[in-house]
C-alpha cells in the first residue's frame, strides 16, 4: 500500500502518531491541539444537530457560515468577498486546497511551492499529473530567496500555493516577498491558492494575506478552516473565499468530491468566526507563551530552533541529540527519541523532496500546539 508519494505505512502524521501511541511517548508530531474549542462553538454545534440541522447544504456551504467567512475577511483583513458567490465552504482545507489544484491544473502544469511543505500538496499534484516546483526555506533561517523565488516560475507555471503563516518551519513572509510572489504571478498570469490554515497563530500579528496586497484579489483564492483557530481539527470544516469566476470553478470540482460539508459542524462554525477580538488575541498570545516554553526548552536540551513567527510548529537543529542517541539523522532519532525519552516530533525531511530531503537531514519539527502542562512534560524528558 503506497501512497502517491511512493512512501509506505500512510501519511508521515499518521505514521508518527502510531509511534506516539505504541511507545506511550507525548506526541508533539502530528499537529492538532488537546483542548476543545470555545464553549459557545460546541453549544452551537449541539443546538444544531438537536434542531435539525441534519441533512445537506447547498454544495457552497450554509448561508450562515458564507456570511461569517465574508465579515471575518473584512474584520480583519479589509478584504471584500462576496457571501453569495465569493465563498465555498469545504470539508477542511484540504478539500479546498485539492478542489482548487484538480479544478486549475492540468497534466504537466506547474505549481510553484516553498519547501519543506504540506504533505497533501504532492499527492494531490501527483493525482493531476501537474508538477510542484518548489522554493526551498534553507536551514537556519527558512526565509525565501527572491532569486529562487523568481526562477521557480516559467511557461509552464499555471498555480502558486503559498502557506503562510509556513508548516513546518514557522516562517512568515514580508510584505517584500507578499509582493514578489503577486508580481511574479501577475507576469505568468497564474492562479494563487494560499493556505492561511494558521492566521491567527502569529507572533506578533497580525496576518497579511496575500489577497489583500493591492492588485492581487482577482487571481487569488484563499483558503483556511476551523481546525486550529477553533481547536477542531476533526470537524472537517474550511472554506475558500475570493473572486466569484475562481471560486465558482472550485465549486464545480467540489460537487463532486463531497457534495457539502457537515450542517451541523458548519452552523456552529458560523457561530465560532463571530467571536469577539478579545479571543482571537488570547489565542495568538496563548500560543506565544507556549512557543517560547518549547523554544527555549529545546535549547536547553542541546538542539538548536528556529524561532517562529507563526503556527503552532517548531523545526530545530537536532544533531546533538542525533549524537546522544547514535542516529544517523533526524528520521533515524525520531523512534529513539520516543522510546529513550518519551517524545514524538516529525522529521523536516519527510516534508521535502528527495533531492533536498539530505538539507533537512538534521532538522526535527514539534508541536507547540498542546496544553501547557503537557509541553513542560515533553521540556523536562528532554533535558533529560
Ligand atoms: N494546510 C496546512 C499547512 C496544514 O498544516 C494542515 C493541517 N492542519 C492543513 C492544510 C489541513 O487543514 P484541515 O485540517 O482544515 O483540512
Ligand atoms: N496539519 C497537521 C500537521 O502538519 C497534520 C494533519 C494530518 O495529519 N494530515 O501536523
Not at 96 to 105: C, E, K, Q, Y
Not at 229 to 258: D, H, I, M, Q
Request: proline residues 8%; negative net charge; hydrophobic residues 45%.
Amino acid at each position: 500500500l503506497l501512497g502517491p508519494d511512493g512512501r509506505p505505512g500512510g501519511t508521515v502524521f499518521e505514521r508518527m502518531s502510531r509511534l506516539a501511541a505504541r511507545t506511550g511517548a507525548i506526541n508533539l508530531g502530528q499537529g492538532f491541539p488537546d483542548v476543545d474549542g470555545p464553549p459557545q462553538m460546541l453549544e452551537a454545534a449541539v443546538a444544531a444537530l438537536r434542531n435539525g440541522g441534519n441533512q445537506y447544504s447547498p454544495v457552497a456551504g450554509t448561508p450562515q457560515l458564507r456570511e461569517a467567512v465574508a465579515e471575518h475577511q473584512a474584520r480583519f483583513y479589509g478584504i471584500d468577498v462576496d457571501p453569495e458567490h465569493g465563498v465555498l465552504v469545504t470539508v477542511g482545507a484540504s478539500e479546498g486546497i485539492a478542489a482548487a489544484m484538480l479544478a486549475f491544473l492540468r497534466p504537466g502544469d506547474e505549481v510553484v511551492v516553498l519547501e519543506p511543505h504540506y504533505d497533501l500538496y504532492g499527492a494531490v499534484a501527483a493525482f493531476v499529473g501537474a508538477r510542484l516546483v518548489t522554493v526551498p526555506l534553507e536551514p537556519p533561517r527558512f526565509a525565501p530567496e527572491p532569486d529562487r523565488l523568481a526562477a521557480a516560475f516559467g511557461p509552464r507555471t499555471r498555480m502558486v500555493l503559498l502557506n503562510d503563516p509556513h508548516n513546518p518551519t514557522g516562517t512568515v513572509l514580508d510584505d517584500a516577498a507578499l509582493g514578489q510572489v503577486a508580481a511574479l504571478a501577475a507576469a505568468h498570469d497564474c492562479v494563487v491558492v494560499t493556505d492561511e490554515v494558521y492566521e491567527h497563530l502569529r507572533y506578533p500579528g497580525p496576518h497579511r494575506p496575500l489577497a489583500a496586497v493591492p492588485g492581487a484579489f482577482e487571481r487569488t483564492l484563499t483558503v483556511s478552516s476551523v481546525g486550529k483557530t477553533f481547536s477542531a481539527t476533526g470537524w472537517r470544516v474550511g472554506w475558500v473565499s475570493g473572486p466569484r469566476r475562481l471560486v465558482e470553478a472550485v465549486r464545480a470540482t467540489k460537487a463532486y468530491l463531497t457534495h457539502s460539508a457537515a450542517t451541523p459542524l458548519q452552523l456552529a462554525a458560523a457561530a465560532a468566526l463571530g467571536s469577539p477580538d478579545a479571543f482571537y488575541a488570547e489565542l495568538t498570545e496563548d500560543f506565544r507563551r507556549r512557543r517560547d516554553v518549547l523554544v527555549a526548552g529545546l535549547a536547553a536540551a542541546g538542539a538548536h530552533p528556529a524561532q517562529p513567527q507563526g503556527t503552532f510548529f517548531v523545526v530545530a537543529d537536532v544533531a546533538a541529540l542525533c549524537a546522544r542517541h547514535g542516529a544517523a539523522d533526524a528520521t533515524a532519532l525520531a523512534p529513539a527519541l520516543a522510546e529513550e525519552t518519551g517524545v514524538v516530533g516529525v522529521p523536516v525531511s519527510a516534508l521535502a523532496s528527495a533531492a533536498r530531503a539530505g538539507d533537512y537531514g538534521d532538522w526535527m519539527r514539534f508541536s507547540f500546539g498542546k496544553r501547557p502542562e503537557v509541553l513542560e512534560e515533553a521540556v523536562r524528558r528532554l533535558a533529560g
